[in-house]
């Protein structure tokens, strides 16, 4: 039976995490809230980004995650924001733009009514293959990429996943600060179990950590994966910030 997960963060790993996150809490449509002893937290909506110190997940080799979107009303004014901040522009088309903020972080900013995280880019060698995997094992609704028809891409219940080839990223693997993607469950175990029949590899088994139960599984790719269950299974998301 296909189950649905809700999406929850995207982690990413920096040294100076905390300038990190006051930069883009000045720079971007995210507000940071709460930090904590072990990470940064900014939010967008309901989507979060995590920043900690500490990477988690190993290297991938067939693939990686390539970039994190960012709706915005006004590409020329964010442009020109980021840069006059230390941003670096990479490629500008009239609608979209791929930079890299001060710390290196990959970005690919949208302008149109969307507003905040809004999106991540996945690359791999196999891109359909990989849609099928996530669509498979963690749900999703297939959808069109608004501004770029030949991206394949998986709607989740807040976040859009879209699957491009390694070719076309660009972004290189190396040096990557973007470490892993977070869905949500209700039941940690259950979920543990159909996945695992269906032969997903969990480097981390379900296990309490802090006030939330937690595992780790793998996609084809290499690509780490939190499945995250909260305090009595209960998911909640902030309301649009």
Not at 145 to 173: G, H, Q
Request: charged share 20%; net charge negative; hydrophobic share 40%.
């Amino acid at each position: 039976m296909k189950i649905d997960l809700p999406w929850h963060h995207m982690h990413i790993t920096l040294k100076d995490r905390e300038a990190a996150a006051l930069w883009h809490d000045q720079h971007s449509p995210a507000k940071r809230i709460q930090p904590t002893n072990r990470s940064e937290q900014l939010y967008s909506g309901p989507n979060l980004l995590q920043i900690q110190s500490i990477a988690v997940a190993p290297k991938s080799h067939n693939g990686f995650i390539s970039s994190i979107g960012i709706g915005v009303l006004n590409l020329t004014e964010v442009i020109f924001d980021w840069q006059s901040s230390g941003g670096i522009v990479i490629v500008r088309t009239d609608h979209t733009a791929w930079i890299q903020d001060p710390w290196g972080v990959p970005f690919e900013i949208v302008e149109g009514p969307r507003v905040g995280y809004t999106h991540i880019n996945i690359a791999a060698n196999a891109p359909e293959q990989l849609c099928d995997w996530y669509e498979t094992n963690l749900g999703g609704m297939r959808t069109a990429c608004e501004w770029d028809k030949t991206r394949l891409a998986l709607e989740y219940d807040t976040m859009l996943l879209i699957f491009i080839p390694i070719s076309s990223s660009v972004y290189p693997s190396s040096e990557r600060p973007l470490d892993h993607m977070g869905w949500c469950t209700r039941d940690l175990d259950a979920t543990y179990q159909r996945l695992s029949s269906n032969g997903v590899h969990f480097p981390v088994v379900p296990r309490v950590f802090g006030p939330v139960r937690l595992a780790f599984l793998e996609d084809p790719c290499g690509c780490w994966i939190e499945l995250v269950e909260p305090k009595n299974g209960i998911i909640s998301k902030l309301k649009k910030i």
